[in-house]
């Protein structure tokens, strides 16, 4: 069972574009939702995460969407820049005594010129 | 640098033989994750200490991984007898917990590629 969807797998943007990752999970329990940036190489670091008591969280270029009643959040990159090429995952922490993360598959991002 | 750190970086074994991978946290972090990464994928959750107590352990830690984390600061990892769908990336994390049942951030280390032969 896969608990957490992530879409597209690859994604190709235009420098200054807006970049769109959509992921989609099952557990209502779940309570946290970071997203990750992996450059190759190199472990992933948190980007921005939610908690499901609000709708939208933005930190600079990076803005998060969350509908709980639709369980799906999604990760807008606005202005995006070639340094935004990477792979970027979703994760879902259930907490309740389980501190593990669950990831999407990922989705590679390549921003050209 | 005050990250998570793995040692080694990369290691390449022949299968049969027994491998060992070291993480020292974040100084103070009192939660240590294990995840795996094989290409293409997201990390997959293997095992998480709390100090030193070995809280929680996945299916996929099968019988010749094991995890430590003696005196609650740098853990290891073994695999013993590898096999070759051991071979992806070994992903390291900590965090810190202010109280029970809290929402801390995992920072990653690196990762250690294992390449079994």
């Known amino acids: 069972q896969q608990q957490v969807k992530q879409s597209p797998q690859s994604l190709i943007v235009q420098k200054g574009g807006i970049s769109i990752i959509n992921c989609a999970y099952e557990?209502?329990?779940?309570?946290?939702f970071p997203w990750y940036q992996q450059f190759p190489g190199k472990g992933p670091a948190l980007l921005i995460a939610?908690?499901?008591?609000?709708s939208e969280k933005k930190e600079g270029r990076f803005t998060i969407s969350f509908n709980k009643s639709a369980k799906q959040f999604s990760l807008h990159i606005m202005d995006s820049q070639p340094g935004d090429s990477a792979t970027y995952f979703c994760a879902v922490y259930s907490g309740a005594g389980s501190y593990q993360l669950t990831f999407g598959k990922g989705t590679k991002l390549s921003v050209i010129p | 640098d005050t990250g998570v750190s793995q040692d080694p970086r990369h290691k390449i074994t022949k299968r049969g033989q027994n491998v060992t991978f070291r993480c020292d946290p974040i100084s103070e972090h009192n939660r240590l994750y294990w995840y795996r990464q094989t290409l293409g994928q997201g990390p997959e959750f293997l095992t998480y200490f709390q100090n030193e107590a070995q809280l929680e352990k996945s299916r996929l830690l099968s019988d010749r991984f094991s995890a430590e984390r003696p005196k609650g600061s740098f853990s290891t990892l073994e695999i013993q007898r590898t096999e070759q769908g051991d071979s992806a990336m070994y992903l390291c994390?900590?965090?810190?917990?202010?109280?029970?049942?809290?929402?801390?951030?995992?920072?990653f280390g690196p990762g250690t590629r294992l390449t079994v032969l």
């Open positions: 939610i908690r499901p008591d609000v």
């Open positions: 994390a900590s965090s810190l917990a202010l109280s029970e049942g809290s929402t801390d951030t995992q920072y």
């Open positions: 557990n209502t329990a779940f309570d946290y």
